[in-house]
């Protein structure tokens, strides 16, 4: 039995559970494992969370502090929306738009 399994099985016994709480419960594994391989920066494991449908949306935001000696400051920010498309039997991806 997965750990999820558990966790609803073990929980059902506490109190009865509502149907948002029961898929809380189904989703934090998910949100965990998915935040645990990208903050280790495990990229090919992470894309495969979602090799379902074969391609994965990918925001990224960023913001540079920039000074040069004591005259000049600059705060740059920005964003960027990456589409990855799987490779059919390659085994990784490619930048899809």
Not at 1 to 14: E, F, K, P, S, Y
Not at 56 to 71: I, Q
Request: aromatic share 10%.
């Amino acid at each position: 039995m997965t750990a999820t399994g558990r966790i609803r099985v073990w929980a059902a016994r506490l109190v009865a559970l509502t149907p948002q709480q029961a898929l809380w419960l189904e989703l934090m594994p998910f949100y965990s494992r998915q935040a645990w391989l990208h903050d280790e920066r495990n990229l090919k494991e992470w894309l495969d969370l979602f090799a379902d449908d074969g391609e994965v949306e990918a925001k990224t935001v960023f913001l540079v502090y920039r000074s040069h000696l004591e005259t000049d400051h600059q705060l740059l920010s920005g964003c960027r929306g990456d589409a990855l498309r799987k490779v059919t039997g390659a085994g990784r991806y490619r930048g899809a738009r």
